[in-house]
């Protein structure tokens, strides 16, 4: 096996291991196809004695069938290690996410992208390869791709490209925001709770993505904004959770009635409601600024005595020539 890139050895996982193992490394945590995860938050004191028997065999079932795709995923995970040159084996093992792998093949891909997300030139003016870094990122669309999930890898691509040229989303107000909702915090050894600013970031690329993913996606982008403004909040906070969502998205009107919408009524207002005939994928949507500023302090502590939320997923970058 000699793989040159990280999306061959995708493609490879695919073909030796199957759909489920190629699911985790696009999906960036553990799959369990045809398997419903149990509820273990579940008050089980409220089942019956027939319920509790039901509840204990799921969770058993679907634990025997996890760890299943935790054993090929190690397997990947030494297949993965075996193509990386002694160099890049070298730049992994010291960085200080390397500890957390627990021989996860997918984790370990995460990893690897972290590392070979190179800035751009380096003698080139910072200010326009940030620009220009940023600028990709505003237009990376669906139209530019074939499936959901070739526009969900190339999105995360060229997100850990912008972010290697500092293109980040630090504002004080959308910490305060993401902070105020309990989201985004982390504990301290002294009990106090930091809000990680990288879950600003992540939120507004998921924001991004799910507003550039088509029309297809207009009845979604709409329910979401109506359930948030009756009350409840439904926007994913992270890349991965927005492509779960899109991809298992089954909209209440076929895109037939929708084009006959179109038809119709010719080219409606609003953009992102369907039958907005003047909607053009090829226009990213408007976006909150970005500061470019880098200044490596990424931490704001916020008094508060919550978990923390959803933590944000590193991104996929390019690939590079220790790898392989």
């Not at 990280?6 to 030796?16: R, T």
Request: glycine content about 8%.
């Amino acid at each position: 096996m000699n793989m040159r890139s990280k999306k061959q050895f995708k493609i490879y996982v695919g073909n030796k291991h199957g759909t489920n193992a190629k699911m985790c490394f696009d999906q960036n945590k553990y799959v369990v196809l045809g398997k419903k995860e149990p509820d273990y938050e579940l008050d089980t004191s409220t089942l019956t004695s027939g319920q509790q028997i039901q509840y204990d065999e799921r969770v058993k079932a679907y634990t025997k069938a996890e760890q299943k795709v935790i054993e090929v995923d190690n397997n990947i995970y030494s297949e993965l290690w075996s193509q990386c040159t002694p160099q890049l084996q070298q730049k992994l093992e010291a960085h200080h996410d390397y500890k957390n792998l627990e021989t996860s093949g997918w984790r370990l891909m995460e990893l690897i992208s972290t590392i070979t997300c190179k800035p751009s030139n380096a003698s080139a003016y910072l200010p326009q390869t940030w620009r220009n870094a940023l600028k990709q990122l505003m237009n990376c669309h669906r139209g530019q791709y074939g499936s959901l999930a070739e526009y969900y890898d190339g999105f995360k691509e060229i997100a850990a490209a912008a972010k290697a040229n500092h293109v980040a989303f630090q504002n004080t107000g959308l910490n305060q925001y993401f902070a105020g909702k309990r989201e985004g915090l982390e504990p301290t050894d002294d009990g106090r709770m930091i809000y990680q600013s990288e879950y600003t970031d992540e939120a507004l690329l998921a924001l991004m993505f799910i507003e550039n993913a088509g029309t297809e996606f207009d009845e979604y982008r709409a329910g979401v904004c109506n359930s948030f403004a009756e009350g409840t909040d439904r926007w994913p906070r992270t890349i991965n959770k927005a492509y779960e969502i899109l991809d298992n998205f089954q909209p209440m009107t076929s895109n037939v009635d929708r084009g006959n919408k179109r038809g119709k009524n010719g080219s409606s207002s609003g953009n992102g409601s369907p039958g907005d005939g003047g909607n053009d994928d090829n226009k990213p949507p408007t976006t909150p600024s970005p500061s470019n500023k880098d200044d490596g302090n990424n931490k704001t502590e916020v008094k508060v005595k919550q978990e923390p939320g959803d933590e944000a997923h590193n991104t996929e970058g390019n690939d590079d020539p220790d790898f392989g």
